[in-house]
């Protein structure tokens, strides 16, 4: 049943994007007409203001205006350069700050180079403070300052708080909009308080307790208001034993909470017991979604997202760092072959069989990589079983070694009719096999004891290691044992 809605939204928002690429389509197809009729240029003006601004922008500006800010951004994402900034001007200027919080940061950069000062601040002013953080980054100062200045006392220091955190902290996710509540009063008084509001704050699932200094006490599910008698007392039904989180947690903490407890809200402490604010279900998605996108990005070596219709120079500068990297590790590995010149120009064999041992140990090093980045993402690996984990991947480099190192073995035996060549394959496969799991291990885990994201190049270094290795001992091996 999941399956089929996420189908049928995909293909939803996949219909939108469509129909507006064609009504982009035949906007530029009548402007290219317009524009080609031999009339005097007023007359050519009032022709395109007729055909165009009147039907095709008009229908596509209507279009538009029915989606959610999500599949507005979803299709901005989706379109080149020239027609995304037509679209973006057609967008209704109170949805601006909506759209800019959903579109990837390399495509609102290019919105909001085009947006005034005026703008930007209007946009920021739709926002909550717990999202006027997030688009902070990318705002002018100048902007900040005004939009600073158009908020209440207690919204400036909420936009503060929410600012002071790392992207990756708890205290960046949570937001300040919320429902709290006296243990103290019944049920009924708790009802007709929530009918004061025109509607709750989304993903209300609980109403949080606090005492008169703010300090949290406990929750109050939504469930348990609605079917117990109004003459009850919160103070009987709350949940004083609780998750809460803390505004310094790392958020992919907080992640797996979500995700082993199946929440939908879960309060925000701090170090006096106070609280300060809540994280919902959808802020954890998003950050799962982005964390889930830069360790993509990240493992391919690139710095940062990277908008698909961006320059070429930006984008070719976008993907140099690792590739200098790998260039260089890419003239050290050719050092390593040129100094077994002698033995490969003896065995010509050795040159077409190489490949095959660096490919297969860096293959396998990368499925090593894989598991250790998703194991300390949800903090399965401590001091206390690393050994154990570097054990079993070594016996699981050691056993790939011996199958697929016999059978590479045996390919080049029969290949060359030259039994002691298959034998140094197998040992070679073996040797570097294990190798690349030593390297598959210790490369996240140093980096993530330096303090460093270990997605970040890992395959990039693997490769070199890999490759390199695997050069030197395969060729290492030939010249040692095939003498003529």
């Known amino acids: 049943m999941t399956e089929n809605r996420e189908t049928h939204y995909t293909e939803n928002v996949q219909d939108h994007l469509q129909q507006v690429q064609h009504l982009l389509e035949k906007h530029a197809l009548i402007e290219t007409v317009a524009h080609h009729q031999e009339m005097p240029r007023a007359e050519r003006h009032e022709l395109v203001d007729k055909l165009l601004h009147k039907r095709h922008l008009a229908e596509l500006r209507e279009k538009l205006g029915s989606l959610h800010p999500a ?6 994402e989706a379109l080149p350069i020239d027609q995304r900034l037509l679209v973006w001007d057609l967008v209704k200027a109170d949805r601006d700050g909506e759209i800019l919080i959903e579109v990837s940061d390399a495509v609102r950069e290019s919105l909001i180079a085009t947006m005034s000062r005026d703008e930007l601040r209007e946009a920021a002013e739709q926002l909550d403070t717990d999202e006027i953080a997030d688009l ?3 705002l002018p100062h100048a902007v900040m300052r005004d939009v600073f200045k158009s908020l209440s006392i207690e919204e400036r220091e909420q936009l503060r708080a929410a600012m002071s955190y790392p992207q ?14 006296r243990e103290d009063v019944t049920l009924e008084v708790v009802s007709r308080y929530l009918r004061r509001f025109n509607e709750l704050p989304d993903h209300t699932d609980q109403l949080f ?8 006490k406990g929750v109050l599910p939504l469930h348990r208001l609605l079917v117990n008698e109004p003459d009850l007392e919160v103070a009987r039904l709350m949940i004083a034993e609780t998750i ?25 402490v701090d170090e006096d017991g106070k609280l300060v604010g ?7 998605m998003d950050f799962i979604r982005a964390e889930s996108e830069s360790d993509v990005l990240n493992l391919a070596g690139l710095r940062e997202e990277e908008d698909i219709f961006a320059s070429v120079w930006k984008s070719a500068q976008n993907r140099w760092m690792w590739l200098a990297l790998n260039l260089c590790t890419a003239f050290f590995a050719s050092r390593v072959i040129g100094s077994f010149e ?17 490919g297969i140990a860096g293959n396998s090093a990368n499925q090593t990589t894989t598991i250790i980045i998703r194991s300390l993402a949800l903090g399965q690996i401590t001091t206390a079983n690393a050994r154990l984990m570097i054990s079993k991947e070594l016996a699981i480099g050691a056993l790939n070694g011996l199958v697929w190192g016999g059978v590479a073995g045996l390919f080049a035996y029969f290949l060359y009719q030259n039994i002691l060549l298959g034998i140094i394959m197998t040992s070679a496969m073996l040797l570097n096999l294990l190798l690349g799991a030593m390297a598959g291990l210790l490369i996240p885990l140093a980096m993530q004891r330096m303090g460093r994201d270990p997605a970040i190049g890992s395959s990039v270094m693997l490769t070199a290691i890999t490759d390199s290795g695997g050069f030197f001992i395969f060729l290492g091996l030939a010249s040692i044992f095939l003498k003529h």
């Open 71 to 76: 599949d507005v951004a979803y299709i901005l």
């Open 136 to 138: 902070a980054p990318d």
């Open 168 to 181: 990756d902290a708890v205290g960046a996710l949570m937001d300040f909009d919320m429902v709290t509540i």
């Open 209 to 216: 307790i606090v005492d008169r200094d703010d300090r949290f």
């Open 244 to 268: 809460t989180l803390h505004p310094d947690d790392k958020a992919d903490q907080a992640a797996q909470a979500f995700e082993r407890y199946d929440l939908v809200s879960a309060p925000v």
């Open 278 to 284: 809540r994280v919902t279900v959808n802020t954890v």
């Open 342 to 358: 002698g033995t490969i120009e003896k065995f010509v064999a050795l040159a077409t069989l190489m490949p095959i041992v660096a």
